[in-house]
């Protein structure tokens, strides 16, 4: 995962050269010069009995109803439907996680295609599949 400050842009961020912070083509030895690596990396085999698959990008919370929340990144993976976290603080993570069993994300039907952001920067996840694009609001508990 990388992250861009605003006005940062146009960084090589290593496609197809870099698979996260390994080399991809070729598998080993690849030229990284000039490549920036991402700040943390998505494990595709993380001890679930299905493998993770793709990530779903989401976005930073900036919502009200849920203050522990409030600055961290929501990401999601397709297969799965697990949804992980990861809050950023002046070049450090200061926290990563997985909240798919607060979430019961894990129970839904279908795979996370999308994620979405109201006005009030309350987050949404949509799930394809057997609920055939159904929206669902992040909420407390």
């Excluded at 496609?15 to 912070?21: A, I």
């Excluded at 129970?107 to 159904?134: K, P, R």
Aim: aromatic share 10%; proline share 4%.
């Amino acid at each position: 995962m990388n992250i861009e400050a605003p006005g940062d842009g146009r960084r090589n961020y290593g496609w197809d050269v870099m698979e996260g912070k390994h080399c991809f083509e070729p598998s080993q030895g690849c030229d990284m010069s000039g490549i920036t690596l991402p700040v943390t990396e998505y494990n595709h085999n993380n001890g679930a009995s299905m493998l993770d698959c793709s990530i779903t990008g989401g976005y930073v919370y900036r919502g009200t109803k849920i203050p522990g929340l409030v600055g961290t990144y929501l990401y999601g993976d397709f297969c799965t439907m697990r949804v992980y976290t990861l809050a950023w603080d002046k070049g450090t993570i200061i926290k990563e996680g997985e909240i798919s069993a607060d979430l019961d994300s894990a129970s839904l039907l279908g795979g996370i295609t999308s994620f979405g952001e109201d006005t009030s920067g309350e987050l949404y996840i949509v799930m394809d599949g057997a609920n055939n694009g159904t929206v669902y609001r992040i909420d407390p508990e």
